[in-house]
């Protein structure tokens, strides 16, 4: 039985708020602490936040141009399957399920399994089942189509940006008091690598990249994917350089460095135990939202990779019904439980963040294949061709060789992962004639 083929069913609205849910997970409630640790005042501190912004508008731009050009599921598996062979689509493909969005989903939803033990007084030995337990919630809720699954997501997104309202607003309002200088400079920390700490911004910034993996779902795609990865990069920008703001007013630079929850930190300041464990609540929330985007964004990519002969053919199984990649949802999340199981936060979100931002440098390269070979202007086209992606993917590939180097473990696990694709793919190739050789 032929699939039925994706139905176009999100809006703007959903599109954008697929955006802003797909960034803001676990990141901004936890690294601006990092980031404090490694400037040396609070100027410095926003202002890293604020070129970490640009920098990732800077590849939503790009990513806006090729989905105009490309709007169908699959994101950057088919941009790469297409400017660079099978092969490359392939290794990305590989990895995303292995380590990038199973990684990510684990990494997140064990934030979940964190925050609700300590909201609820509950025994740190369920941390995992409890982080488990999010990641088959948010797979069940998108088993019966991308409307409803866009609706809960939407839910989610708005109180996450709730809770980021509630805790600026507390911050600034504690600021009002005259208790601190949000923006002076630290007594005690000393400026490092801006390079070290831009590392911890730009890992809260990834996940820009979901909408165009849902590409084949959205309505009017050459308009409306441009408009909400822009709109939704904005809301984030604005949210994050607020939240900063609110951490530095309450808690100062060197209270912001010492701390390890600044977000809990603030609101147990302002409003005790109870602020503590509302804004736990707002981050538990946050995290599912976070796991919901990543894993059906992920699914697209593998039902892609199997209608194309380079994975199962059951994950291209669209439901007759619901029209939902059911079986690839499935099968990625089960790998993320088995990660959740087996690794810890810390690894998992070390494999994760560079399999990540190494992919979009190598994504965006696929930009400029796109410029000469495309027929053609697309409804949209990035700005200041070629230097914003070039600014984009010198940026990235200098942050990618800071983190190899701070943290070769972690990256040459992930590149062993890519490098163990080229047998797997050599035996795909030889078993089934449909993937072209």
């Not at 560079?354 to 994504?363: E, N, P, Q, S």
Request: proline share 4%; net charge positive.
């Amino acid at each position: 039985m032929e699939n039925p083929g994706y139905a176009r069913r999100l809006t703007l609205m959903d599109a954008a708020l697929i955006v802003v849910g797909g960034i803001i997970g676990g990141g901004i409630f936890l690294n601006p602490g990092i980031v404090a640790q490694r400037t040396g005042s609070g100027w410095v501190l926003l202002g890293l936040w604020v070129a970490g912004g640009l920098l990732t508008l800077i590849g939503c731009l790009c990513y806006a141009e090729l989905g105009a050009r490309r709007p169908e599921a699959g994101g950057s598996y088919v941009y790469l399957r297409e400017a660079f062979g099978r092969l490359a689509g392939f290794l990305f493909g590989w990895t995303m399920l292995l380590v990038i969005y199973s990684g990510s989903s684990a990494a997140v939803a064990t934030i979940f399994g964190s925050y609700a033990t300590s909201v609820f007084g509950l025994s740190p030995g369920l941390i995992k089942p409890l982080a488990i337990g999010a990641l088959v919630f948010v797979t069940g809720l998108n088993l019966f189509g991308i409307r409803f699954g866009a609706q809960v997501q939407n839910v989610f997104a708005i109180l996450k940006l709730t809770a980021i309202v509630v805790l600026v607003v507390t911050g600034v309002a504690f600021a009002g008091a005259g208790t601190t200088q949000a923006l002076a400079a630290s007594p005690t920390q000393v400026t490092g690598s801006l390079a070290g700490a831009l590392l911890p911004v730009l890992f809260a910034f990834s996940g820009f990249s979901y909408l165009n993996n849902l590409a084949g779902e959205v309505r009017d795609p050459q308009r409306t994917l441009p408009r909400a990865l822009i709109v939704g990069m904005l809301v984030v920008i604005a949210a994050y350089v607020l939240t900063n703001y609110a951490y530095l007013a309450v808690l100062g630079h060197d209270g912001l460095a010492a701390s390890q929850a600044p977000a809990a930190d603030v609101m147990s300041r302002v409003f005790g135990t109870a602020g503590a464990k509302l804004i736990a609540i707002g981050i538990a929330i946050s995290t599912l939202g976070f796991c919901n985007i990543t894993l059906v964004a992920g699914a697209r990519v593998l039902q892609v990779m199997g209608q194309d002969g380079l994975f199962f053919s059951s994950v291209a199984r669209l439901h007759p019904r619901y029209r939902t990649p059911n079986i690839a949802l499935m099968m990625l999340s089960a790998w993320a439980i088995v990660l959740v199981w087996i690794a810890n936060y810390g690894q998992l979100l070390d494999f994760a963040a560079f399999g990540d931002w190494a992919a979009y440098a190598v994504t965006i390269a696929t930009l400029f294949w796109y410029r000469r070979h495309g027929q053609g202007r697309p409804a949209f086209a990035t700005p200041a061709y070629p230097l914003l992606p070039l600014v984009f993917l010198a940026t990235v590939i200098g942050v990618v060789v800071a983190y190899t180097w701070d943290k070769p473990l972690s990256a040459g696990v992930v590149c062993l992962v890519v490098l163990s694709g080229l047998p797997v793919y050599a035996v795909w190739r030889r078993l089934f004639s449909k993937v072209a050789r």
